[in-house]
């Protein structure tokens, strides 16, 4: 069952069509990839359907209610979240605080902080904060300082306060991006552990080919903001379009 659907989705900045007329669905359950060299429209794809962009035409439709208008926090409210770096951590706050927050905001729609004096009251939120750190296994480090944790930690931090909303759809913009090879095996399990855990449809824009293979489903190629490609891995690795579109020495 489809879960998210674009309908001829456009963005364009001026005279670049960033994203040019994409359709396409994510299924419940399944982990989605959108690939394509350096400019192909990946980021620009997943911000159109955050919110943080407003397409210049086309749709997107999530759980069957029709989602192109809303704000980005509307479209966290209504189940979508995305996995921001490491601009989205408060440093100073404790790694608990950082999720609490996070999930405060979801309730609330806003956050203050003299909410965390008052955190006690909150069962659901401290319920919340442990499934998540445990689902991204930080919840050892809770009462750490957020600032101090290895970068790994960091984007897994992220990834936690992603989660603190319950979302059904996770979105990654390269999570993996300045990882060590270690950590980049690290988060790929976890996010094939968090998917079963947690039951999360999983839209993932990622540039290790050899990651991309290994979790998805089915992989969406862009190329110049256009669909080239969309199928399973071993459809998309035989398809000339996408490999013309990688020779070049563009990225791959
Ligand atoms: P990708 O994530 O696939 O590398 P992007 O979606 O970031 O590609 O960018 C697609 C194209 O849109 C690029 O040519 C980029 O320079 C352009 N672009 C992205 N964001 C903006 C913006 N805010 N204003 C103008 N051009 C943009
Ligand atoms: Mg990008």
Partial sequence: MSLLRTDG?????????AVDDVS???????TRAVI?????????????????????????EFAGADITDLSPHETVQSGISKSFQTAS?????????NVQIAALAAEHGSFR????????????????????????????????EAGSLPYGD????????????????????????????D?????????EDLQEDLGLTILIVEHDMEVIFRISDRILVLNRGQVIADGTPEQVQDSEDVQEAYLGGVEL
């Fill in 24 to 30: 396409f669905e994510v299924d419940s359950g399944e």
């Fill in 113 to 144: 902080f003299d909410f965390l004096k008052r955190l006690s009251g909150f069962d659901a939120v401290h319920d919340t904060t442990d499934r998540m750190l445990s689902a991204v296994e930080l919840l050892g480090d809770a009462d750490l």
């Fill in 9 to 17: 989705l456009t963005k364009q900045f001026g005279g670049l069509v």
């Fill in 183 to 191: 950590e980049t095996a690290a988060t790929v399990d976890l996010v």
């Fill in 154 to 181: 960091k984007r897994r931090l992220e990834i936690a306060i992603a989660l603190a909303s319950e979302p059904d759809l996770l979105l990654m913009d390269e999570p993996t991006a300045g990882m060590s090879p």
């Fill in 89 to 97: 951590i408060f440093p100073s706050m404790t790694v608990e605080e």
């Fill in 36 to 60: 394509g060299p350096n400019g192909a429209g990946k980021s620009t794809l997943i911000n159109c359907i955050t919110g943080a962009l407003d397409p210049t035409a086309g749709s997107v």
